[in-house]
């Protein structure tokens, strides 16, 4: 069974940047599609960005793509998200997510961390 611990959200100002971390266990990290999903009230749990076993191939939504950025430290179990340039609009719980295989939708995902709070103000 895999674990995810989310860490790095928080309350951050129009414009600034945070660095989202997601640590790993119980599983073969080198051998998980890793990936970060958010969710903000009343919409649905929508993918960030995902990047593969080794981290050579990595999927951005349209909509962010020019803004985070998706890294993977096998040696350390570790997913990380950096996010620029952000807007109130990215207010949301993001979350961690693992699979064996692939993915584009939380449907297709087996494991999923906590969420962590991202703020983002005018």
């Known amino acids: 069974q895999v674990q995810l611990v989310e860490s790095g959200g928080g309350l951050v100002q129009a414009g600034g940047s945070l660095r989202l971390s997601c640590a790993a266990s119980?599983?073969?990290?080198?051998?998980?599609?890793m990936g970060w999903f958010r969710q903000a009230p009343g919409k649905e749990r929508e993918l960030v960005a995902s990047?593969?076993?080794?981290?050579?191939?990595?999927y951005y939504a349209d909509s962010l793509k020019r803004r985070v950025t998706i890294s993977r430290g096998n040696a350390k179990n570790t997913v990380y998200l950096q996010m620029n340039s952000l807007k109130p609009d990215d207010t949301a719980v993001y979350y961690c997510?693992?699979?064996?295989?692939?993915?584009?939708?939380?449907?297709?995902?087996?494991?999923w961390g906590q969420g962590t709070q991202v703020t983002v103000s005018s």
């Open positions: 119980g599983g073969t990290f080198s051998r998980l599609v």
């Open positions: 997510a693992a699979d064996q295989r692939p993915f584009r939708s939380a449907a297709r995902v087996d494991y």
């Open positions: 990047i593969s076993w080794s981290g050579g191939s990595t």
